[in-house]
């Protein structure tokens, strides 16, 4: 179809773009929201507030034992993002809608995976500004050996959710390439952990998330009925050698992430199934598709360009150390 110039044709010629962009974000698949919480933000920055876990009940002899829980903050600063294309107000007039009605389905296509690319980001520590994010709610880098179990009595140590090269936990190497020994080893230390009071936080991880070079480990995994012939140690059994029956199939989904390729054997194992997933979006301002066609636009009148685009306002961010954990040989 053929743009007539007048107002209303490039109304009418945006107003088709638009709906395309619109479509191809109404089905672009994204996968931060299978790993965030979504929070609504109204301000430049949120400030997260929590206390630690409460204790439990204790048989009352004597005098009441009373508790003063301290807040612990993380701030998160909303960033602007933006993707802007330019179409020559000439070529409206000499080329058929069908040319750019694919740049608008692409763009569409871009903002629905914006997220996306924050998290990988974060996980992977690149990108502009990431480093400066690293830190997590305790104040530590969030992928570390180190973190505390309470913040405020470092009498009771340390747990790690950074198991890169395996880690020694109680003697036994948990972690490590993605294995039937290192996923179930790393299951099971997630599983024991316990929380400030001493007691298990019963987490049970749900979602083991590969890039593409290990979708085929993680179903292997994941779904085999059996393993084949082959000897390690597992965990809970001894040493097994020969085929065996696949203990481990249907103990979490699998999520394989193209974005994560940069990183070919790094894997985590996550609990998303608590109130609190194991990442945040904080949402400031959504997805927007805007355009500028008045001719009496400086850039319009002058340059004879017609400009639209994308932007919204957000950032991602960590939850709880102790509801994920990375892994890698």
Known sequence: MTIIQTAAGIQFFFTGLEDRFWAAYGVAAEFTDNL????????EQQVYGWIGKIDKMREWVGARVTHSPAAQSYTLVNQ??????????FKIE???FGIYAPLATQLGWQAKKWTDYQLRDLLQNTGTQIGARQKGLDGLNHWSTVHPVDFYDAAKGTYSNDFRGGFA??????GGALTPQGYATLRQEIMSRKGEDGEPLGLIPDLLVVPPQLEGAGKMILTADYFAPQTYANVGLGTNVGAQQNILKGSASLLMVPELAGQPTTWYLLCTNRAVKPFVFQQR???NFVYRINEQDPVVFDKHQYIFGTDARGAVGWSHAWLSAISSP
Do not use: F
Not at 169 to 174: A, E, F
């Open 80 to 89: 602007p993002y933006e993707l802007t294309e330019t179409i020559d107000k």
């Open 285 to 287: 301002q959504a997805v």
């Open 169 to 174: 936990v109680n003697g036994i190497t948990v």
């Open 94 to 96: 000499d080329d058929q």
């Open 36 to 43: 965030c919480t979504t929070v609504p933000s109204s301000t």
